[in-house]
């Protein structure tokens, strides 16, 4: 067993359209390789920082993500045991070395958050001017349903129309 801890920059789409960890980022490594009769089992914890924005109110969002990490690389004479119908995934040793890229961002990309928030109770935008909830809490509209927008014209119209109470 042997133990790897670094500090690598981060790859290009590290994450989805709403969150992720930019590009050049630092992200921590803190692996266990240790052989096995396949090959080698990688596992331990990948760590980074993520930047996004809130689906609701469109504000910046800043996490920390920790992703647990566990991906077999096979020796290339044992893929030759594995059945051809096997829906497992094998990855392979490539010259007696380990390419992460792949297991890192499957790991990275299902820890980060579907939707982020700023914060759990954000109320978002007023959906029909746009204004942040949280700024103004008190924000409001007098406006009529529009389901409900020709009663009150019939209304309107048949108010109009009457004669003034009192008058015959």
């Known amino acids: ?25 630092d992200l921590e490594l803190d692996l266990r390789l240790e052989a096995v009769m396949e090959g080698v089992l990688v596992s331990g914890t990948v760590r980074g ?4 924005e809130c689906v609701r109110c469109l ?11 566990q991906e077999l690389y096979a020796y290339p004479e044992r893929l030759l045991d594995l059945p051809e119908d096997s829906d497992d995934e ?16 499957d790991a990275v ?3 980060l958050p579907y ?3 700023c914060r759990d109770d954000c109320p978002g ?26 009663l009150a014209d019939l209304q ?6 009457a004669p003034p109470s009192g008058t015959t």
């Not at 920059?9 to 930019?22: F, K, M, N, R, S």
């Not at 504000?59 to 990490?69: H, I, S």
């Open 1 to 25: 067993m042997r133990r790897v801890t670094r500090v690598v920059a981060a790859p290009a789409d590290l994450g989805t359209d709403v969150i992720g960890i930019p590009e050049g980022g």
């Open 49 to 52: 920082g993520a930047r996004g």
């Open 59 to 69: 504000d910046a969002v800043d996490r920390e993500v920790v992703a647990d990490l």
């Open 90 to 105: 094998v990855r392979e040793l490539q010259d007696e070395l380990v390419d992460l890229l792949d297991a890192l961002r």
């Open 109 to 111: 990309v299902l820890a």
């Open 115 to 117: 939707q982020p928030l």
């Open 125 to 150: 935008l007023c959906p029909q001017c746009g204004v942040r909830l949280a700024d103004d809490p008190d924000h409001g509209h007098d406006s009529v349903d529009p389901r409900w927008q020709a």
């Open 156 to 161: 309107a119209g048949d108010a109009a129309e």
